[in-house]
């Protein structure tokens, strides 16, 4: 019991003072002497110790994310991030390797980005040539009104002038002053002494005697030229005309270019050209089908038809080349009839091919010509031959090179001519044969050829040098190339009856795992072709078939029966994804 007490104690003790909490407390001298003094044990805890710095880092670390606006760079976002940071500028070195703290993803410009703006040409001038005339120049970022930036004391004494409005009195204030400076500088000269006037080396005679470029043009009309002078010009313009064209000699034979439209008019009521294409025209979807049925069949050639082209993009309109000496371009879209006839060449039209835009095509022959001609007028441009048979015809696909022509000829060279002087620039001599193909590659950087020697050349484009020689015992000749629509591959139709894929990579290797078969080609240059969405091949054959096969499995699809003989072409519809155009040796184009 006294220990109770004691206890009791203590308790009120503590109590009072909670600072005595680790004091043993005196028991009572009445306490019993066999009594022990009470133990307290220190509190524990059954939980681990915790390190909450981590935790603490972690938290302010997820709230600077959701803060900081996205690296442009970064390809996945981890959380769910806000409108404010969808739409933050970019700031800060938002890339470990820019320097000034754009992202090398955002950077379309040597000194970082920069954003595209709608000026017109004159306006862009007009503010260009006043900033460097007077200093100052409209803000083109102002949203209203006009802010201007550069020197405002210029842009206030000048009354804010550009280049482009000098005042009329100010205009007549320079006249004068010109007129003045002229005067007093005749007047000096009186006072100079002859002999520097008269002797060329001074500088004295030269500005005495100094006459503009364009001085003298105008100095009376020409006299008239004599007959000799006559009778020797036309023969200079002749032979000029000769050598622009490429003729001379033995070279191509001459024939008078003529031409017919077939069409009711060249222009509608609206002023637009046949050639125009339709407003509407554009893909429906972007999956290919298989056609199963004819819709049309083209006849006007009196022989075989030997290539066919639809028009860049569109495709309301088909080029084909015949036998017949004669090139036929022909309606798709409305009436399906033969719009213009274009007769330039004494021997059947071997290959064409259309510009970037449609509005002009090279045609070659086998009287050596190679002819540019005018779609819409039917005119030929120029006319280009080295004497040699061309086998196929290829304009540079860059948009700034459309005026280089490269033609693989029968005498073993690629020659490449600049249509605008009419020169040839390169020759690429290497084949061992005849060149049957020219497919550009790598963003038109490279271009492959095919030749009758059974290996396929790459070129760097304007380098006469292979840079890769593909050449296997096994391999045959390869009469047509065409390039996958993803750019990636290309197809070449081999004449041990099969299809062949390469690689357009920088190996250009051969694809041993694709090989489409089945058809018989062998002897003749048939077409070879990929559908717009690159999931079909299709390739004409000696026996007037037309093969579609599918490009993952290789498996042959179907077969159309479309010509008696052979079906040499194929093209597939750039817009309408299930039709598809053939032509063959019986002289007729089908739609299908």
């Given amino acids: 019991m006294d220990l109770l007490q004691s206890y009791g104690n203590r308790n009120d003790d503590d109590l009072d003072e909670p600072e005595n909490q680790g004091e043993i407390p005196n028991l009572d001298e009445n306490s019993s002497p066999d009594s022990s003094p009470p133990r307290l044990l220190p509190a524990k805890s059954a939980a681990p110790k915790v390190d909450d710095t981590m935790l603490a880092l972690t938290v302010a670390q997820g709230n600077r994310t959701l803060s900081k606006p996205i690296d442009p760079v970064q390809h996945a976002v981890a959380f769910n991030p806000t409108y404010d940071q969808l739409w933050a500028p970019i700031y800060g070195p938002s890339h470990p390797y820019a320097k000034d703290g754009i992202a090398q993803g955002m ?156 069409g009711k008019e060249e222009r509608d009521y609206q002023g637009r050209s046949w050639i125009a294409p339709p407003k509407d025209a554009k893909a429906t979807n972007d999956h290919c089908y298989i056609p199963k049925r004819l819709v049309q069949t083209w006849s006007g050639h009196t022989k075989g038809v030997s290539a066919i082209r639809f028009f860049p993009k569109y495709g309301h309109l088909i080029l084909s080349a015949g036998m017949d000496t004669k090139v036929k371009i022909w309606d798709v879209f409305n009436s399906g009839k033969c719009m213009r006839t274009y007769m330039g060449h004494s021997k059947a039209v071997r290959d064409i091919w259309f510009c970037n835009d449609g509005t002009k095509f090279l045609t070659a022959g086998y009287d050596k010509n190679i002819k540019y001609w005018d779609t819409e007028t039917g005119q030929v441009i120029s006319t280009f031959s080295t004497g040699k048979i061309p086998y196929v015809v290829r304009l540079n696909p860059d948009e700034d090179k459309q005026n280089v022509l490269l033609a693989g000829m029968s005498d073993k060279k690629i020659v490449q001519w600049d249509m605008n002087t009419g020169q040839i620039t390169q020759e690429y001599d290497q084949h061992l044969g005849a060149v049957n193909t020219i497919t550009f590659v790598d963003n038109n950087r490279r271009f492959v050829t095919s030749s009758d020697d059974k290996s396929l050349r790459v070129w760097e484009f304007g380098i006469p040098v292979v840079i890769k020689y593909i050449s296997e015992p096994h391999m045959h000749s390869m009469p047509s190339i065409s390039l996958h629509p993803n750019s990636n591959w290309l197809a070449a139709q081999s004449l041990d009856n099969q299809i062949l894929i390469y690689s357009t990579r920088e190996k250009f290797q051969l694809n041993k795992k694709k090989r489409f078969a089945g058809h018989i080609a062998a002897g003749y240059a048939c077409q070879v072709n990929f559908s717009p969405d690159g999931r079909f091949v299709m390739s004409g054959d000696g026996e007037g078939k037309c093969w579609f096969w599918d490009w993952k499995s290789c498996k042959v699809f179907r077969t159309l029966k479309c010509h008696e003989g052979v079906c040499i072409g194929c093209e597939w519809h750039p817009l309408e994804q299930s039709k598809v155009a053939t032509c063959g040796w019986d002289g007729l184009i089908k739609y299908w």
């Avoid at 002999?195 to 060329?200: A, D, G, L, R, Y």
């Avoid at 100094?210 to 100095?219: A, E, F, L, V």
């Fill in 107 to 262: 950077r379309n410009h040597k000194l970082g980005f920069v954003e595209d703006a709608a000026i017109e040409p004159f306006v862009f001038d007009e503010q260009y040539n006043t900033f460097y005339k007077y200093g100052y120049a409209a803000d083109p970022s102002a949203s209203a009104g006009y802010n201007y930036v550069g020197d405002l004391e210029a842009l206030q004494k000048n009354d804010g002038i550009s280049v482009y409005n000098i005042p009329q009195h100010e205009q007549k204030r320079r006249k004068l002053e010109k007129k003045k400076g002229l005067e007093e500088d005749e007047d000096a000269g009186g006072d100079l002494d002859k002999v520097e006037i008269e002797n060329p080396a001074t500088d004295t005679w030269l500005l005495k005697n100094k006459k503009s470029p364009w001085s003298g043009k105008k100095d009376g009309r020409q006299a008239e030229l004599t007959e000799e002078q006559k009778k020797y010009a036309e023969e200079y313009a002749k032979k000029k005309g000769d050598e622009r064209s490429g003729f001379g000699g033995d070279k191509g034979e001459a024939v008078q270019d003529k031409s017919t439209f077939h």
